[in-house]
């Protein structure tokens, strides 16, 4: 399989629950991205990974736990979400998040928080 | 203001009809701009990308930007219904992390 890979495609989950969204990529690329895309609002950008490493955290709950175990698999841990999660989650792969590369998009887990 | 504005609202046009998106932002220190296209429930994909000011041309479509104006602009000729889908505008100081415009959507009607 190429390209970029997220499961869940969807997830309904209550507040009290503890999930996680996997993010794969076979790209062979070195930086890893997760976005959340609310309706009606713009694109927004939570986490960075570059070779594995957090490089940033753009304000994001502790309640969204990333991680990045290698370049090519990012988790994102949910826990005690709140109905205002509810959105889709993308995760995106640049090549070498030091350098300016395109960045290629999952097609999101669609997440639901009753 | 926010960081990077999208205009128009949601546009339908007939087909075959020339379609202009633009995108307004305020940070002059942007030099990458980037098109998506995001079908309905679908991850966005990467239409055009840009460096600086110019234009940038790739079968049907046209990226324009304008720094000075703080502008940019997709141009698709002789638009189809396979067109119709959410159009985000996204740039960059660096290259590397992006903001994006909240996205027009586009209806082309056969």
């Known amino acids: 399989e190429t390209g970029v890979t997220q499961t869940p495609r969807h997830l309904v989950m209550g507040m009290t629950n503890k999930k996680s969204l996997k993010c794969e990529q076979h790209?062979?690329?070195?930086?890893m991205y997760w976005y959340k895309q609310s309706a009606k609002k713009p694109l927004e950008l939570m986490f960075v990974y570059n070779f594995k490493e957090q490089t940033e955290n753009n304000s994001v709950p502790s309640r969204f736990s990333p991680e990045c175990p290698n370049s090519s698999h990012l988790f994102l841990h949910l826990h005690t979400l709140q109905p205002e999660d509810s959105a889709l989650y993308l995760c995106?792969?640049?090549?070498?998040?030091?350098?300016?590369?395109?960045?290629?998009f999952g097609p999101g887990t669609r997440l639901l928080v009753l | 203001q926010k960081e990077v504005e999208q205009d128009p609202g949601p546009l339908s046009v007939p087909e075959g009809a020339i379609v202009s998106l633009n995108c307004t932002y305020s940070?002059?220190?942007?030099?990458?701009f980037m098109w998506y296209r995001q079908y309905s429930r679908k991850g966005p994909e990467l239409l055009m990308y840009?460096?600086?000011?110019g234009n940038k041309e790739d079968g049907r479509f046209t990226a324009q930007v304008d720094k000075s104006s703080k502008y940019i602009s997709l141009f698709i000729r002789d638009s189809q219904p396979s067109d119709s889908a959410t159009y985000l505008c996204a740039m960059s100081v660096d290259g590397q992390n992006f903001v994006f415009g909240p996205g027009t959507r586009l209806s082309v009607l056969p």
């Open positions: 840009t460096y600086s000011s």
């Open positions: 790209l062979g690329h070195n930086a």
């Open positions: 995106a792969s640049s090549l070498d998040g030091d350098r300016q590369e395109t960045q290629y």
């Open positions: 940070n002059s220190a942007f030099q990458y």
